[in-house]
């Protein structure tokens, strides 16, 4: 199915390069930047650190203390997965 085309105006980038999108649904955007010119902004959703179990921020917590003290296993070769 073809997509519809449900806005479409011509926008200026103001002094500090910024660029307003008039009437947008969301505020986080994932930017795609082509050589072409083209510039293609997908909506990007952000999880409320409130959702994320006490139990995976305190795993998340251990795990950057480790890395921070040094405490890391060797790399691990994914080669063979290719």
């Known amino acids: 199915m073809a997509e519809i085309l449900e806005k479409e ?6 002094s500090k390069k910024r660029l307003t999108i008039r009437g947008a649904k969301h505020s986080h ?3 795609e930047v082509f050589s072409s010119g083209k510039v293609v ?3 990007r959703i952000l999880v ?8 995976t921020l305190k795993m998340i ?6 890395l921070k003290a040094g405490k ?3 790399p691990v070769n994914l080669k063979k997965y290719k």
């Open 9 to 14: 105006y011509t926008a200026s980038i103001d």
């Open 72 to 74: 890391v296993s060797k």
């Open 41 to 43: 902004l997908k909506p």
């Open 61 to 66: 917590a251990s795990s950057v203390k480790n």
């Open 29 to 31: 955007f994932k930017v």
């Open 48 to 55: 409320d650190p409130q959702l994320i179990p006490r139990k």
